[in-house]
Structures are given as structure tokens and as C-alpha cells.
């Protein structure tokens, strides 16, 4: 692993090589995790990414105390997909969640994750964890589908996304769609709840969860709203930013990083708690303003250019991870195996996983345990990575015009992400024998792949 280290903290490393597996087994010592999962913040759309006008002190300090990944990447490009990715460490077309004719779940969807899939919650749960979920969840917005139902002891938030609502979208069917429900647990508690104050009360319920469960082992999933579109941002908040009114968006979502990090800090749980912020998806750039950027990454949100599958990703555990910057390839399906690795939990024998244990990477500054990743759009493998090589098998064009075109490109298309970070300079004809290499990765990860059948196709109107 190449890293460049941000701090030297000579006793982190001495504590990360002592391998973070040795404290398995006794309760007290087991870790706690913590994902804030934005949702369509772009690689630039915070200072630590080099973002220039939105002013995130908070996300940029976790950054200086842990390890700020540069090539973290998500399942697919678009909500449910990446969510069902991140929390069952399993490509959508493994799990379900994705479609051919509809990329997400609406609120007319007929379902929602199976309840054959094992998302972390459920493992973590088993294993004595108390686990919790606020915010936008989007893999089931009604029983057996819920959070409460895959695991999660408690929930509050609005199980899809924002504009999903007849009052907020002017979508083909959003008329059609009932108001946006605020729910508790299992049931909805509000009808259309104010969005300007939703990331406040997200981050009390969060920093609530905290406190109640600080002297027991627990999982945090806070996922939220925002800077999905329709933007809405506290009264205290707005015009804080030079960015306009996404930039206080994200401004308010680096004030609750800030209480959250708090919220461990004030109850002794910095040292053995592994926070991570990441993103669902790259910057839904057809909303022109009101959506982020992908800084020096190509398009964003919905291709599978790498400004829509490459996030942000900041992982945090003070004294255990190095502070660093690391440029090894990881995704969030790891997530899975790593955390139950972590919590001295066996790996499921029974479950094909897509996920890796990246311990290793975080604590003691090996290599990742991955170099491909495998870009899918519905039920189609549409490019392939390995190592720093990215091949094109079909390439979405016209985002910006919203008539976007999936077309089958007329010569080889290979990219060098890594000296070429903006996929500007096919290098195909210089180097035939990396496109043939590959095209075979490709076939061989095709092979042992059963697609389950799609559940976001599943609608009850068109
Ligand atoms: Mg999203």
C-alpha cells in the first residue's frame, strides 16, 4: 500500500500492527461502528477532496485523524442498488436490488430487500450488538422490508428518498405517490415532515443512540437525506456557504459529523468506535446547481463513468487506524466482511459474498485485498476495472442533455484511472493485450454470478 501519512503518530501505528482481532471474544472490548452515509455528495463537494467554497471542518479533521481513502468506490452508482450493497456486502444483481426499467424503489414498488439476505444489522444484532438506523433507508418502505425487519433494533427517518413525494416531485407519477412518511421504528409517526429540519433531528436521534448504548457493543447506520434534491437546510444554515444553497446543505451535514464525533467523545468512545462517511453515489449533475461535483472524476450519479461510482470515504478510529492518506482500491460491499472480522464474528458460510476483509488495509497498513471492481447497470456488466486499468464494454452519454444514450462504443475504450483520472485518453490500440486481459476478468466474473431476479422492476403502476 502506497500511503503518504497526514500525521506521525507513532504509538497508532504501534497499536494498529497489534491486530485489532486479539480483542475478539470478550464483549466489553468489541467495536462499534458508525457509517454516515451521504446521499449524492460528489468525490469534490468537501474541503479534504478539495472542494474550495464549501467549508466542511468537521469531515476534514476525521480526515487528518484517520484514513482518507481516494479510490472507494460503491456498488452502483444510484441509491437502493449501492445501499443494498453497502449493508449485505453482495453486488445488487446477487441481491435483488436493482431494475431494468426502474433503478431504484418508489414508493408504488411492490417490495423490497428479501428477507433471504443478511445485511450487517442482522449479523451484528445476533452477535449481542445493539444496532440502529436513522435516515433514509430506500431498500422497503413498508413490512417485511423495513430496517426494524433486517435487523435494525430501532428506526426514524423517511425510508426513501426526498423528492419521492407529490408535494416535492413533478415526476411522471409523483401524483400518484403518497405523502412522504416520517417513520419510528415500525410505524409512520408524520406525514410530509418539514425536510429543513430533518438533518437535526437526525443527528439528535443518532447522538441519542449513542449515549443510550455507550456501554454496550453497537452498530449506527445514519444515512442521510441530504444533499439529495429537494434541498432544504436548517434556517440556520442557510447562506452560510459560498456554494448557495448546496453548499449549506452539506455545511449542515458537516455540523452533524461534528456532533456525532461529540456525542463519542464525551462518552469515552473514541478510541473504540471505527466511524466511517462515505456517499451512495457520485453528484446528480443534471440538477445543475442543486446537485455536487465530482471534482476531477468524469459525470457523476447514475453512469458508470468514475465520478458516479467513486465517493468520498473517510474511515476514523483513533489509536487504531494510522492517520493517512491511502490510494489502494476498496469498496463498500467490504464493509461487511470487514466489520464482522473486526467483531470476531465467523463469515457466513453460506452467503456469496462480494465483499473483502480490508482489516488488514485500515490497521495494519497492508495492501488492499482487492484491485477489480465490477461496474453494473441493472442486470449488465457495463465496464471492468483491475488494477489501474478500465475497460468500457457500453458507455452512457448525454446525462446533461437528461437523454441519456447507452451506447455500445464503436472502438476499444481503455483507460489508465490512475494516471488519467478523468478518462480523457483511451489507450486501447497502445495496449491490446490489458483490453484482452480484461475482457477475460469480465467473462471469468460473469461466470459465477446468479442473478437473482430483479425486485426494484417489481411496481404496481407505470
Ligand atoms: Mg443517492
Not at 486479539?22 to 446521499?39: E, H, L, R, T, W
Not at 415500525?186 to 443512540?209: M, V
Not at 444553497?245 to 468506535?273: C, M, P, R
Not at 492517520?323 to 467483531?343: E, G, K, R, W
Amino acid at each position: 500500500m502506497k500511503t503518504l501519512k497526514t500525521l506521525s503518530v507513532v504509538s497508532a501505528a504501534l497499536l494498529s500492527n497489534m491486530g485489532y482481532t486479539q480483542a475478539a471474544g470478550n464483549a466489553n472490548s468489541k467495536p462499534n461502528f458508525v457509517v454516515i452515509f451521504c446521499d449524492d455528495l460528489g468525490y469534490g463537494d468537501i474541503g479534504c477532496y478539495g472542494n474550495p467554497t464549501i467549508l466542511t471542518p468537521n469531515i476534514d479533521r476525521m480526515a487528518c485523524e484517520g484514513l482518507k481513502m481516494n479510490q472507494f468506490y460503491v456498488g452502483v452508482a444510484i441509491s437502493t442498488p449501492s445501499r443494498s450493497s453497502l449493508l449485505t456486502g453482495r453486488l445488487p444483481v446477487r441481491n435483488g436490488m436493482y431494475g431494468d426499467k426502474a433503478g431504484v424503489l418508489f414508493p408504488n414498488s411492490k417490495a423490497g430487500l428479501g428477507q433471504d439476505e443478511v445485511t450487517i444489522a442482522k449479523v451484528l444484532k445476533e452477535n449481542g450488538y445493539a444496532t440502529g438506523c436513522v435516515g433514509k433507508w430506500h431498500l422497503g418502505a413498508f413490512s417485511p422490508y423495513l430496517p426494524t425487519d433486517h435487523g435494525f433494533d430501532t428506526y426514524f427517518g423517511i425510508p426513501y428518498s426526498n423528492d419521492m413525494s407529490p408535494v416535492q416531485n413533478k415526476g411522471r407519477h409523483a401524483a400518484k405517490f403518497p405523502p412522504t412518511p416520517l417513520i419510528l421504528d415500525g410505524k409512520q409517526i408524520e406525514s410530509e415532515p418539514d425536510q429543513g429540519e430533518l438533518t437535526r433531528r437526525y443527528t439528535e436521534k443518532a447522538t441519542d443512540f449513542i449515549k443510550q448504548h455507550k456501554d454496550e457493543p453497537f452498530f449506527l447506520y445514519f444515512a442521510h437525506t441530504f444533499p439529495h434534491i429537494p434541498l432544504y437546510t436548517n434556517a440556520r444554515f442557510e447562506g452560510t456557504s459560498k456554494r448557495g444553497l448546496y453548499g449549506d446543505v452539506v455545511q449542515e451535514i458537516d455540523w452533524s459529523v461534528g456532533e456525532v464525533l461529540k456525542a463519542l467523545q464525551q462518552n469515552g468512545l473514541e478510541e473504540n468506535t471505527l466511524v466511517i462517511f462515505t456517499s451512495d453515489n457520485g453528484p446528480w449533475l443534471t440538477e445543475l446547481e442543486n446537485g455536487g461535483s465530482a471534482g476531477p472524476l468524469k459525470d457523476g450519479k447514475g453512469t458508470w463513468w468514475e465520478g458516479g461510482f467513486r465517493v468520498p470515504a473517510i474511515f476514523r478510529m483513533p489509536g487504531k487506524i494510522t492517520p493517512a492518506i491511502n490510494d489502494d482500491i476498496m469498496a463498500s460491499m467490504d464493509l461487511f466482511p470487514t466489520f464482522l472480522t473486526m467483531a470476531g464474528i465467523p463469515l457466513p458460510k453460506d452467503i456469496t459474498l462480494d465483499g473483502v476483509n480490508q482489516l488488514p488495509m485500515l490497521m495494519e497498513e497492508k495492501s488492499s485485498a482487492r484491485d477489480e471492481i465490477f461496474y453494473w447497470w441493472g442486470s449488465e456488466l457495463m465496464a471492468v476495472r483491475k488494477g489501474s486499468w478500465k475497460y468500457y464494454f457500453k458507455t452512457i452519454q448525454d446525462q446533461y442533455l437528461r437523454t441519456v444514450k447507452i451506447e455500445t462504443p464503436a472502438k476499444p475504450l481503455l483507460y489508465n484511472v490512475e494516471t488519467d483520472i478523468s478518462e480523457k485518453f483511451n489507450k486501447a490500440t497502445d495496449h491490446p493485450e490489458i483490453v484482452r486481459q480484461l475482457i477475460q476478468v469480465a467473462e471469468n466474473h460473469k461466470k459465477g454470478m446468479v442473478i437473482k431476479p430483479s425486485v426494484c422492476d417489481l411496481i404496481s403502476f407505470e
